[in-house]
Structures are given as C-alpha cells and as structure tokens.
C-alpha cells in the first residue's frame, strides 16, 4: 500500500470481512483513531486524519528466517534490559496476538522460556464498546501466574496495547519486567514503570524537540 486510497480500501475490506475497529488498527499498525478515521471517512477529507505513521513489514513478516533473525536481535534487548535494570530471568515471554507471536515464538526459544499468547484488549475495541475492560490469555499456550513475564509485540504505536497488557498480567498474578518490540513509533523508554526497548525507533523531527 503506497497511498491514502489503498490503506482506506484496505481498511474497509477488512471492515466488510468482520474485523472490529481494533483488530484493523493492529493489521494496518495504525492507532485506533486513525483506524476508526479510515473506515468512517473518504480521502477528500484527508485533512481531517489523525496524525499517524502507517508502517508496512510484510517483506519481513512473509519470511520466516528474518523473522527468526529480528527475534534473535531482539533477545539481544532483551537480555541487555535485563542486565542493565538487575531484573530477574524472564520465564514467559508473552506475544501480543497477532503479529507478536511469531516473534515471541522464536524470542522464547533463543532465551530458553515458555511462550505466552495474549488477546490484546485494543481486539476487542469498538467505538461503541468501550466497556471493555480486557484482553484474555489464549488456553493452549504458557500460564503466567507467579512467572517473571516479558511482553513482545511487533509495533508499539501508542503504548496503550502495552500499558493494558501489563495490567492484564498483573491481575493473572504474573511478574511483567519489560516489554521489547520491533518498531517504536512513540519514542517509549517505559510504561508503567516497566522499560520499553525496540530495534527500530520513528519520530517525527518537528515533534523530537516537545
């Protein structure tokens, strides 16, 4: 996707096939807003879209050897946060569903730990449910009670899917140390308290200075 009318269409395709707001805005790596913008308005209005950077990896994510080669560079992160924070030894390393997982699959293999697959709570969002309080674990992979857990995700766009995910495993009875992901749009160091480190950080230049 190259323009606005491709990510607009795309948006809507997905939209016609039953995706909630949520599960679009983590399939195109755009924030809620511009996910709901991208199905409620036409590319004449343009200038109204929120403020966003729209971020294509399918190069890497259809090849399983660079997946496995970003995951071993991001165990890398993870072991170094580890060092410099004195945090104990991840036992879970918990994917963020959907594009998390593969990364957190080969992620957990390389530190040698058990992977979890998390539902995140943005899935579940619709503008008109936001009610909902909460992503779930998915029952065929790790349980994280009482585990020392790393969170991994492919984009962090807001932070929010990482802030709600902490939340989630505090209240299973899980650790959370830190999270790792591939790229950073927001410029995290941490969310609640926990450090954030990726492979690839963006920023806009006229907003590197607020």
């Known amino acids: 996707m190259r323009n606005i009318s491709e990510i607009i269409k795309k948006a809507r395709e997905l939209k016609q096939k039953g995706f909630t ?20 308005h036409s590319e004449e209005e343009k200038d109204s879209m ?99 857990v790393v969170i991994v995700d492919d984009i962090a766009t807001t932070g929010n899917t990482i802030r709600d995910s902490i939340r989630f495993l505090q209240r299973e009875g899980a650790k959370p140390l830190a999270a790792v992901v591939l790229i950073d749009k927001k410029g995290l160091k941490e969310v609640d308290g926990r450090p954030v480190r990726a492979l690839v950080s963006i920023g806009i230049v006229k907003d590197l200075g607020k």
Not at 22 to 40: C, F, M, P, Q, Y
């Open 50 to 148: 929120p403020r966003d950077i729209f971020i294509d990896w399918q190069r890497i994510g259809s090849n399983p050897l660079i997946i496995k080669n970003m995951a071993v560079a991001m165990s890398t992160l993870i072991e170094d946060v580890v060092e410099e924070k004195s945090l104990p030894r991840p036992e879970v390393i918990a994917g963020i569903a959907v594009s998390g997982v593969p990364l957190a699959a080969f992620i957990a293999e390389q530190l040698g730990a058990a992977l979890a697959v998390m539902r995140p709570k943005k899935h579940l969002w619709e503008p008109e449910k936001k009610s909902r309080t909460s992503g779930f674990l998915l029952s065929n992979f790790s349980e994280v009670t009482g585990k020392n």
């Open 21 to 40: 707001t949520g599960e679009i805005a983590d399939e195109l790596n755009v924030s809620r807003e511009t996910a709901l913008w991208l199905v409620t």
